[in-house]
């Protein structure tokens, strides 16, 4: 029996098929000014890709398993970071058994890129897709998958999801071409080496486009170029004769070292980078010949044809390259949450060395300036600094969470929550008769939940200077965070709130409260409890609270401490010293907690958790959210560290207060 491993993603896994521009109807080759190609979309053919458990290997898209839809955006280079990315949309027309076909439709402000396409300079598409099912064949088994038998080793993409169409630089399939051909656009000759001619003679447009922009020649020369089939030396010389001389003037003297070291340290980053990502020599040799810029475009081109096409994890190149940077942060910070092996070759990289790989310039401050303009280098330090965030939030020594229920809120406005009306016995239900309806009562609590948090900046300056500190403060913030929650429900018990009953919380009418007292001792504890126990409900019914927790203030913690741990209570007389009685509070009965923010003046007695104090989470997160912007105001990345939370007390009847007075 074949040998198939069916993989269940979690729809976190997404890959690209790369396909030629379709062809054009004939009747279309002399007007081609309304934005419209067929193109062939996706295929059933085995192409090979790279999928990190399996290697190379082939994978086949199964037609009748692509979901339905009617149209997705048409975008430059699968690039999502902003609304400029999105050049169309691609329109489904037909779906075979073999193909998927439709028609890209270039919106008419990409007057451009619409050119580009009539010239033949741009032919290629790619198509974006997120996999929910696949089976592996293995080596020297086969299986039939959409009536067609595939031998393997090979993957079989059973159910997947069309999520966008891409036009792109070099694709992967000649099946389809576009047939009219734009004026004055040379013909292929016979012998001219077919798509591999195409491919290099496109990689020269590309140059001459690069070479044009950076000194800044016209369209209209730059035109020339391209139709008297020049090549680049010659367009360099042609250039540098026309540029005047003060902007072609070589960079001497400490400028020139300067931008020499930039480049090599540019250099290094991408040789570093294709060792990690395992990029052939042959593509890091050709690419490392280029300027920096399209070294580094060339070498992500490639990691995106290959590389990230099907990975087990979900996860793109450049996600695993975000992953490593981040954690070559963490372990040179120190966070518990840095691995070293995930950091790779990146581990020991100072701050700026990683925006490096992000973008390049011609000195530190420029270079970091604009990694901090692109969206993956900003995102890595804030994972970082939510790594950071988190682990001082975790570790921050807070108690409420011992003796507090926790809630959960949908919104921000007051809300009503019931206490019980009947909680003594059931009711007696006599043979023959019917159950009586019990009810929630009249009683109830408002309560709400308030935003609690404030910014901070990773600024430039911190990432050229390579300080780590800048990391303290996101911890620093998450203790913070983790406090204010204590400190909400430590407000909840000890201020003078108002209960639903129009009551204070702790008042003569509720019971809760005794008189002034300078002393913590065994028969006071023993009174309190009476009194817990004998609080009622709405119908008069006995509750038979017992208390759990004694909560205070630490400069009251000895005196507590020797109540609840000592084995006898003292009561003998000058005659017979020596008598006294059981402690009934030892081995555990009470529960000790000390927190400095509690008031001095009061010991309080409080019944099991969730029946006293109850401390409201929105949407019952507890943990603080890290979002971040870019600056405007200062040159960096701002982050804002936030918490939504709010405490009330739900009912009097479990919880006491022992006023204390100095001695």
């Not at 997947?160 to 891409?166: A, K, T, Y």
């Not at 990502?277 to 044809?305: G, T, W």
Request: hydrophobic share 35%.
């Amino acid at each position: 029996m074949p040998n198939r491993q069916l993989v269940k993603d979690d729809n976190n896994v997404y890959g690209y098929r790369l396909l030629k521009i379709g062809k054009r109807a004939q009747a279309n080759d002399d007007d081609n000014n309304d934005g419209v190609w067929p193109v062939v979309a996706a295929t059933d053919q085995p192409v090979k890709i790279w999928d990190y458990e399996y290697g190379y290997i082939d994978e086949v898209l199964v037609m009748e398993g692509a979901r339905d839809f009617e149209k997705i955006p048409l975008l430059n280079s699968h690039g999502t970071y902003d609304l400029e990315d999105v050049l169309g949309s691609f329109f489904l027309e037909e779906k075979t058994d073999t193909k998927m076909k439709g028609n890209i439709h270039v919106s008419e402000t990409e007057q451009t890129i619409r050119k580009k396409i009539e010239e033949k300079h741009i032919t290629d598409t790619s198509i974006g897709y997120k996999v929910f099912k696949r089976v592996y064949i293995d080596e020297n088994e086969s299986g039939i998958f959409g009536g067609k038998e595939y031998q393997g080793p090979v993957l079989i993409t059973n159910e997947w999801e069309p999520i966008e169409l891409s036009l792109t630089a070099i694709g992967a399939d000649s099946e389809s071409k576009i047939q009219g051909r734009a004026k004055n656009m040379p013909k292929e000759k016979e012998g001219d080496g077919g798509d591999n001619a195409i491919i290099e003679e496109r990689k020269r447009v590309d140059e001459i486009y690069q070479l044009c922009q950076k000194y800044e020649v016209t369209d209209n020369e730059r035109s020339a170029y391209v139709e008297k089939g020049m090549s680049i030396t010659e367009i360099k010389a042609d250039i540098l004769d026309k540029v005047p001389e003060k902007r072609m003037a070589d960079t001497k003297g400490s400028d020139e070292i300067r931008q020499q070291e930039t480049r090599q340290q540019d250099y290094s980053a991408l040789e570093t980078l294709c060792r990690n990502y395992k990029i052939p020599d042959e593509v890091r040799e050709n690419a490392l010949k280029k300027p920096v810029s399209q070294a580094r475009a060339d070498i992500f081109a490639y990691m995106e044809r290959n590389a990230p096409v099907i990975i087990s994890s979900g996860r793109t190149a450049g996600e695993k390259l975000n992953e490593a940077a981040t954690h070559a942060i963490m372990v040179r910070k120190g966070l518990e949450a840095g691995n070293r092996e995930i950091a790779s070759d990146l581990a020991g990289y100072r701050m700026h060395e990683i925006a490096r790989l992000y973008a390049n310039g011609s000195d530190v401050k420029s270079m970091v300036g604009r990694a901090f303009t692109t969206s993956d280098f900003p995102d890595v330090l804030k994972t970082v600094a939510h790594h950071a965030m988190m682990e001082g939030f975790e570790s921050a020594s807070e108690e409420w969470e011992t003796w507090c229920g926790v809630g959960s809120v949908s919104d921000f406005k007051e809300t009503k929550g019931h206490r019980t009306g009947r909680r003594g016995d059931l009711p007696k239900v006599p043979e023959g008769t019917e159950y009586g309806y019990g009810n929630l009562g009249a009683e109830h609590e408002t309560y709400f939940i308030d935003t609690y948090g404030e910014i901070f900046v990773m600024t430039r300056q911190a990432i050229i200077n390579d300080d780590m500190r800048i990391f303290d403060l996101p911890k620093a913030y998450g203790e913070t965070a983790s406090k204010t929650s204590g400190a909400v429900a430590i407000q909840a018990l000890t201020e003078a709130s108002k209960m639903g009953d129009g009551n204070d919380l702790f008042c003569e009418s509720h019971k809760n409260v005794s008189a002034t007292q300078t002393e913590f001792t065994v028969m006071l504890l023993s009174k309190i409890e009476t009194a817990m126990s004998e609080q009622t409900d709405v119908n008069g019914n006995k509750l038979n609270i017992t208390p759990v927790f004694v909560i205070a203030n630490k400069t009251h913690k000895l005196d507590i401490m020797k109540v609840i741990n000592a084995s006898f209570i003292p009561s003998g007389t000058a005659d017979a010293p020596n008598q006294g009685y059981y402690n009934p509070y030892k081995d555990g009965l009470l529960v000790p907690v000390f927190d400095a923010r509690i008031p001095k003046d009061a010991i309080y007695i409080a019944a099991g958790k969730g029946k006293t104090i109850i401390v409201f989470f929105l949407d019952g997160m507890r943990d603080p959210r890290l979002e971040y912007k870019k600056g405007w105001d200062v040159d960096g990345t701002e982050m804002k560290v936030s918490l939504d939370v709010g405490a009330k007390a739900m009912d009097w009847r479990g919880l006491y207060k022992i006023p204390i007075s100095s001695q």
